[in-house]
């Protein structure tokens, strides 16, 4: 029987995780309680099957030293990490086919941020919560996990509050259902995977480089360039559920560097090269940095070129500085690769607004990005070639497809990281 479990904060909210694991049985689910609340529970208190102790001492914690020290930041930081090990284990052990919880502010970071987002995607994760009706970024980031507005507190049951539960205890049983079905045969796993990154304005490349991968017996995972994007990528290839990496669009490291609003954060264009998965990089859309509404853009970038894409997007052309810092530091992250790292330079341009007469076309600025990537990787194995074409031309996606494919193909069939060995 498919188990759910089922995470919760039992000194405050003990009689709602009663109510949800009573509708999670009725549904047909196993549950599996853990209390992941500080203070010593009221009476009445349903009982975990892993108690807050259980928790606590998975951190290498003792509770009563938390409640004793009175310090609620630390010992929330405890439990998270006693929780995320606990989460894991159970997951590996195949005690866990959904996780649910429904919180307010502190146990949506405790459940979300830990121990949902360290499972991989493709595991049900559903979290009612008071905050979902505003920036969920801090909690959902890369993963796939699903979220639900409590419409009200969770604090006692209600008509409004037992609809809304009742719903996410229905969803989540029905989804871990699904999960252990599905569990050892999942879809699309008989062909090696590759992630392909791309925006807007690198979306020609990106198709026909899919459609030649698709050819050659990939299953290609396309990634919007949005920031959530990028660490999405990067926590697959982490996962091992990649075999290759065509990282066509890397505009993530402009807004990063420049400080736009669709960074991927700092450790973008590392995970592959960690742990040695091939991949063949451009610079795609690393002439432009994102902001909001012409109206947030910075003060100090009003006199550089802009471009107003739409009502919620403005555009900023990166200057020749800040492409040279680009490729400086996309070499210095592509030299520590553990394995094959190759990246393709398209010299007439980065992507539709960077073309001949384009409102973003900068010859030299582009060139001095690719000057400071040669000499970045200069004398050791990444190998950088430059082609005579724009970024979308068919025959420079082409080209990265059939490299991507050549250099996944010369790994030792040991080396196989996601869907099927290589031969």
């Known amino acids: 029987m498919a188990t759910v479990v089922l995470i919760g904060t039992l000194d405050t909210k003990g009689e709602e ?38 928790v606590a001492r998975a951190a290498g914690h003792d509770l009563a030293s938390l409640r004793a020290a009175g310090d609620r930041g630390a010992a929330l930081a405890v439990m998270a990490q006693g929780l995320s090990r606990i989460v894991a ?33 493709g595991v049900p994760k559903l979290l009612v919560s008071t905050m979902a009706g505003g920036d969920v970024s801090p909690y959902v980031d890369s993963s796939d996990l699903t979220l639900m507005y409590s419409v009200v507190d969770i ?65 290609v995972l396309v990634f919007h360039a949005t920031g959530a994007g990028g660490r999405a990528v990067e926590k697959l290839a982490r996962d091992g559920m990649l075999d290759g990496v065509l990282d066509l669009t890397t505009t993530e490291l402009a807004d990063e560097l420049v400080g736009g609003v669709l960074s991927a954060g700092p450790s973008r264009l590392t995970a592959a090269g960690a742990l040695g998965i091939p991949q063949v990089v451009a610079p795609g859309a690393l002439d432009m940095v994102n902001f909001g509404p012409a109206a947030t853009v910075p003060e100090r970038f009003a006199e550089r070129r802009l471009l107003v894409h739409d009502a919620t997007v403005t555009l900023m ?19 520590t690769a553990r394995g094959p790292a190759e990246v393709f330079w398209p010299l007439r341009g980065v992507s539709a607004l960077d073309a001949e007469d384009g409102p973003f076309a900068d010859p030299e600025a582009d060139r001095a990005g690719l000057d400071a990537l040669r000499a970045a990787v200069r004398g050791g ?28 193909e010369r ?13």
């Open 155 to 219: 604090s006692g049951l209600n008509s409004v509050s037992c609809q809304v539960l009742g719903n996410a205890a229905a969803a989540a049983s029905g989804m871990a259902r699904r999960h252990e079905r599905n569990h050892d045969a999942p879809a699309g796993r008989g062909r090696p995977v590759v992630a392909a990154t791309m925006f807007g304005v690198t979306t020609p490349a990106v198709d026909t480089a899919r459609a030649r991968l698709a050819e050659l017996g990939y299953e």
């Open 89 to 121: 284990d159970l997951y590996r052990e195949g005690r866990l086919h959904a996780v649910l919880a429904a919180a307010g502010t502190g146990g949506s970071t405790l459940a979300a941020a830990q121990a949902m987002r360290v499972l991989p995607i």
């Open 381 to 408: 194995e990444v190998r950088v070639h430059e082609l005579d074409a724009h970024v979308n031309d068919p025959v420079f996606a082409v080209a990265m497809a059939d490299r991507l494919h050549q250099l996944i």
């Open 317 to 335: 052309r990166t200057s020749a500085r800040e492409m040279a810092e680009l490729g400086t530091g996309m070499g210095r992250k592509l030299r």
């Open 17 to 54: 995780y009663a109510w949800l694991r009573e509708r999670l049985r009725e549904y047909g689910s196993d549950v599996l309680l853990v209390d992941t609340g500080i203070l010593p529970p009221p009476a009445h208190t349903p009982v975990a099957d892993v108690t807050a102790d259980v």
């Open 411 to 423: 790994r030792p069939r040991s080396a196989a990281v996601g869907g099927v060995p290589y031969n």
